[in-house]
């Protein structure tokens, strides 16, 4: 196996007739001292005399050789000779010629052509250069876990190469794994000295770690070692204007040289638009996406960037509709998902952005982002375990932001896990220089479940001494003070939310009601329980105790500190018990089996026969047979009170047990057992409720 240099990669050349292949090794050489010496006509000539003689081979060096002179239109007709030749060539030879015809349709074809030619290589024969090939193709494709698998494949077939890693480098970043791209990309620049497409790809992994001036450096090295590869002017313009705004003729500059020498690949077009949108010339931005989709109609990223650029324009339906257009179009883009996902996020329609955000975050594992939208989702769904998974993958993602971190400490504090989100959120406040009062109002909400006022009091206050108009302090300060029977400082902390923001008088006033009720004062219980009616806040329970409390003043009587104190904690009991029937029944929909099992549990205890219709949904629906035998369980624990499920329960016995067949695996042996324990269930549930 001879090597020939190329613009961007070292491609492996293949085996023929000794004379050919030696007299194509010495045209190659040739060509190359006549390119360094700056006599790029010679060289084209040399290797275009060479090629006739040589073959598909010949034709691939041709290719190769143009492309280092920056005639592409010329690389393209060599190429597609190599590839005609080839037709007659052994598979091994077929295969690797049309290795080297992917890597060029991907920087001036389409994915899907690129692709297509892929697989044709890699089902010819499946060698590092063709699995390089067709991970490369893949990532373009937005088929980044599946790029990433073929890459792992290629760098393990055979001996080290610098084009595998840069396949693997690729599917890493595809992936948001910028730190093992890193790695990756830095293994093929040692295997690949003058692989200017290893140091472009370097230079975007850098990018994405915030490292801006050492992506210049690589991007610079790029142009240094191939003066015609536009996509090496591209990035560094890219990385330029990340390093310093103010530099943005520069950067436009290094991305337009980079459209001049490439002007039908995208990702050169794209990196052109990004710019120009950063200097708000929009008009110019969409013109560059649009060229990229000329080059590649299923180019994803400049799909996205021309809806973005709606958005931009305040055109949100407009920009809604194209998006929802581009998801048909492209079902696997993953960053078209997020971009929809994070649409509907925005409209306030998170039951629909669900589906988007958990397609996206499967496709772009490493997206912090991503994560914390779907976290999100989840949380306004009240699917809060789901959306402590979420946030703790975002968190583990992006450990320097301190948003996902706050939401994550509130967000298991609702998911019952309150000492680790008091254990997220003290990481935050005890970060150097961090002035917010997010963190310290969601401690106080924590200390409150944790039925710790004194120190739920101390949280909030320091949330507010931050910021005065965090209304959800003040709100937690009143709920924190009532526990306490400190009534006059929570009904000023009460009037403080809604002087704050008008919006929470139904919640404080019905607090002040309260308050005033425990102050036996009849007179402003009443008041301040109409005003919270006014406002849309309607609570039986003060209603019936202000009632009561009325009488007992007009017979002359006062209810006793004791009466008072029962009340209290029969309030208190019964917004706990109503909290944790909340969480149970969102936690009904959360995507682990064993919070569905528990939430089964949770409902049969604090639910009682209300529980019973989603118990028998989940007995029959649920996919996890865990979760059915949990829900089974839980309804012959009501006894009499389920006796509406006897008729399910009876007609899933009815059914013939599951039955493995001949030539079963692991999974199908422990479903007939799990289905035989599901059975037992049934059988004793239905014993149970029936006495």
Known sequence: MKKLFAPFVAIALLTGPALAQSKLDQAIAKADEQLRKGKPEEAVKTLTKAAEQAGAEGYVALGQMQERVGNLDEAAAAYGKAKSLAASEDPPTRAEVLATVVHFTLRRGTAKDALALAHQAVQLAATPTTLAALARAQVRSEDGPGALQTADKAVAAGAPRGITQVARGEALIALGRNAEAEAALRRAIELDPRSALAQSRLARALLALGRPADAVAAGRRATELDEKFGEGF???????LAGNLKDWGDAIAQAQQGAFLDPKDPIVQLAVGKIFETNGQLEQAAGAYRRALEADPDFAPARLALIQAELNRGNREAALAEARKAAADM???????????????????YAEALGFLERATQGLPGNPDGWALLGRAYHFARRYDDAAAAYQKAVELAPQNLGYRTTLGLVLGQAEENEAGLAQLQKVVNTPGYKE??????????????????????????ALEIDPKEEQAALGLGWAYYYTKDYDQAIAAYNRAIQINPETAGVAYDGIAWCYAFKRDPANARAFMDKALKAGASDTRLK??????EKAVAAGQLMGEEEAARVQADQRREAERARRIETANNAVRARNPATRSRAARELASLAGPDAVDVLIYMMQADKDYDVRIAATQALGSLGGAARKAVPNIEGLLRQAPYEAPINATKEDMDNMMKDGDYRRALRDALQRIKG
């Open 331 to 349: 079902p696997t883009s993953p960053e078209i998902q997020l971009l929809i996902g994070e649409m509907a996020v925005r409209k306030g329609d």
């Open 544 to 549: 019936d105790y202000v009632e009561r409390l």
């Open 234 to 240: 591209a990035i560094t313009g890219v990385a330029i």
């Open 437 to 462: 009062a997010a963190a310290w109002a969601n401690i106080g909400w924590i200390y409150r479940n944790m039925d710790k006022p004194q120190e739920s009091i101390a949280a909030y206050r320091k």
